[in-house]
C-alpha cells in the first residue's frame, strides 16, 4: 500500500514570510498528485493536482504554487503568506488511469499565520 | 459527478452497528460511490467503494440499493476509534492524463460513545 510523508507537522509563520511544503510518496509509479487545503471547521478545498513531472494544474487562484520535480514529490509554495493562507494542508496520491478512485491521504501540515 | 445527500450527525453506543446512509437520487450509470473518512487532526482515509454490488473489507460494508439512488455505509461493531466524519462521494471515472478530483462535501459526523 501507499505511504504519504508530509512534512512539516505544524508551522508557524508570519504573515509575507515565504512557505515550503513538501509531500513525498512510496510504494506507487506514476501517481497523480493533489494538495488540498482545509480551513478551520470547513471542508476540503482542492488547490492543485498533478499528472506527471512538471505538470500542475491549479484549480482555484491564489498566491500558493506547487510543483513537483521528481515522479513522487510534491511540493506546496509560496513568495509571501497571506492571513487567509492558515489551515490545514494535505497531500494525497491517487492511481494515473481512469477507472475506480482510490485517493490515500497524508498526516496534514497545520499552517497559522500570524 | 453526482451530488450526495448525509446526515448532519449521527450517534452510536459502542459495540453496535453504525449505519450512514446517503442519497444520491442523480447518480449515474458508470458513477461509483465512495466512502473515506476523517477522524481530528487527521488526512481522510479511503473506506470502501462499489458500483452496485455489495462490498464488504475488513473496515465496513457498503449497500447500494437496487436502484442505485442511496446507499449505507456499515460499521457492524463500531468502537470510539470510529468517531470521524464520513463522507460519501459519488465520482465517475475519469481519462488517462487528467486526474480525478473528489468533491468533499460536509459529511456526517459521527460520535461512537460508551
Known amino acids: 500500500s501507499q505511504t504519504i510523508h508530509q512534512w512539516p507537522a505544524t508551522l508557524v509563520q508570519p504573515v509575507g514570510s515565504p512557505l515550503s511544503l513538501e509531500c513525498t510518496v512510496e510504494g506507487t509509479s506514476n501517481p497523480n498528485l493533489y494538495w488540498y487545503r482545509q480551513a478551520a471547521g470547513r471542508g476540503l478545498q482542492l488547490l492543485f493536482y498533478s499528472v506527471g513531472i512538471g505538470q500542475i494544474s491549479s484549480e482555484v487562484p491564489q498566491n500558493l504554487s506547487a510543483s513537483r520535480p521528481q515522479d513522487r514529490q510534491f511540493i506546496l509554495s509560496s513568495k509571501k503568506l497571506l492571513l487567509s493562507d492558515s489551515g490545514f494542508y494535505l497531500c494525497a496520491s491517487g492511481p494515473p488511469r481512469g477507472g475506480t478512485d482510490t485517493q490515500y491521504f497524508g498526516p496534514g501540515t497545520r499552517l497559522t499565520v500570524l | 459527478d453526482a451530488k450526495t445527500t448525509q446526515p448532519t450527525s449521527m450517534d452510536c453506543a459502542e459495540g453496535r452497528a453504525a449505519n450512514l446512509p446517503c442519497n444520491h437520487s442523480?447518480?449515474?450509470?458508470?458513477?461509483?460511490v465512495y466512502w473515506y473518512r476523517q477522524i481530528h487532526s487527521q488526512g481522510p482515509q479511503y473506506i470502501i467503494h462499489?458500483?452496485?454490488n455489495n462490498e464488504t473489507n475488513e473496515m465496513a460494508s457498503l449497500i447500494i440499493t437496487e436502484d442505485r439512488k442511496s446507499s449505507t455505509l456499515i460499521l457492524p461493531h463500531a468502537t470510539l476509534r470510529d468517531t470521524a466524519v464520513y463522507y460519501c462521494?459519488?465520482?465517475?471515472?475519469?481519462?488517462?492524463?487528467?486526474?480525478?478530483?473528489?468533491?468533499f462535501g460536509t459529511g456526517t459526523r459521527l460520535q461512537v460513545t460508551l
Open positions: 462521494i459519488v465520482k465517475g471515472p475519469w481519462d488517462t492524463g487528467t486526474a480525478s478530483k473528489l468533491t
Open positions: 442523480t447518480i449515474s450509470g458508470n458513477e461509483y
Open positions: 462499489g458500483l452496485k
